[in-house]
């Protein structure tokens, strides 16, 4: 057996793949299967002419998603999906699939969640979960190469680490236990134990809002150094996402094609350097007249591209009346673009006035807010670091900045195009005393903390850390514009199932 993804080393030599059905039509004397086999996606055509005739009659009896194993020649092709061909001498069917539900016309997203486990053989979902890998095993690979040990969390947890309106509790032998929120306060015990870690793991949260970067249960990377301040660990942070970046650059350019991924901040991530600005000037920022401008400016373009995009269908839709059969579904497919880029417009248009008011309106004290983060984040042409954030609307952990009590020593960091955090993080409050403040000023209860506190008491040390939300980044990445599409199965509010 042989994978589509090694093709490329058997030209002109006969081979046999195992896979799926993910296409087919035929001509005359002449059935074209694209068959999928977890590694790519090839087209495979049978000549009548080239088969017995029970082969021939069983190539056209395959339905979407029939499974078969096929055996043919590699033929380089350049106007071919993947670069090669199959020339069939040889078909067995595995088994016939009936009535696959999702069909190549559009299906709507709850459907398509409904049925999410078939939903992830359709090549976009195909292609960023190999991306999804990617991201995830280069991850490994930075902290590995950087000194870091892999560490796990426990998912039981008897503290809340980053608030307590979003806690899931579970009942633990008559005892309240939460789902953890982050690792960060296990990972900060064991990086007085081994100096660099990392967590890996799930986390959970009860987010009742739904939005395109919210999940319930969702990924998240912790390192936490010893001995490292926030300089240290905004430097760290950077290396890692350029290292995930242009791991994923150099791997998938076949995956960002069939996304239809513009690479170009992708590029920008890893050739410059990230754009770094305080709390306080990112709010100067989105109060001037510069970002009024912006988005007075982005309005009017929008405007400009809806008259004209309404003008080119007008257009082509006269000439379908008249036009031949192959025009007529061109036409029919620019038509579905422009309805999408449309939609697109129209919900920019809405948000345009709902932006400039939250932005000019913006006050300091305030998190910012998923429009601010795009706001700020369309101005620039890499990611955003963020640091020195408002301690009061930041977790009780955070060292305050020695300059200015007011604001903790914490980094957000936002991706560009709108995708907003993807990345926080701090350094830690490394004196006993002021973390016990901190934890009553929160409500917590100190006993939780009993052996965090231990921490403090026992060789306590400037140290730092962050979380990188892996479906946040993947959905960065690969250009999506919702976290559900970046999991195999996502859980969030309304969903849990398949
Ligand atoms: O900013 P957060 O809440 O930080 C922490 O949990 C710290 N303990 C991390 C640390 O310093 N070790 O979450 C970190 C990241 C966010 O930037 C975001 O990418 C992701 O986790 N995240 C979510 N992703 C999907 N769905 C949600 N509901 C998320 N909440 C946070
Ligand atoms: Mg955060």
Redo the contacts with the bound molecule.
Sequence with gaps: MTTIRELSNHVDETVTLKGWIYNSRSGKGLHFLEVRDGSGLCQCVVSEADVTEKVFEDAGALTQESSLEVTGKVVKDDRSVGGYELHVSDLKVVQIAEDYPITPKDHGVEFLMNNRHLWLRSQRQWAAMQIRNTIQFSIHQFFQNEGFIQMDAPVFTGNA??GTT?LFETDYFEEKAYLT?????Y?EAMAMAHGKVY?FGP?F?A?KSKTR????E?W?I???MAYYDLDMNMELAEQMLKFIVKSVLDKHQTELEILERDTTYLKNAVENRFKVISYTDAVEQLKSEETANMLDQMEEDRKKERTELKEEKTTIEKEKGSAKKWRKAQIDQRIKEIHTRLDQIEEDLRNIPVWKKSAAEFEWGRDFGGSDETILTMQYDTPVMVHRYPAEVK?F?MKRDPENEKLALAL??LAPEGYG??????QREDEIDLLKERIAEHDLPEEAFDWYLDLRKFGSVPHS?????????VAWICGLDH?RETIPFPR?LGRLRP
């Excluded at 929120?181 to 306060?185: A, I, T």
């Excluded at 970067?213 to 319930?216: A, F, G, N, P, S």
């Excluded at 955090?421 to 701090?426: L, T």
């Design positions: 680490a980053e979003t929120q982050s690792g960060q306060l990972a967590t986390t949260r987010e970067r919210h999940l319930t969702f998240m912790e390192p936490e977790a952990y957000d960091i955090e993807i990345v926080g993080g701090s850390g962050y979380g990188l939300g892996l479906e946040r980044t976290v969030m």
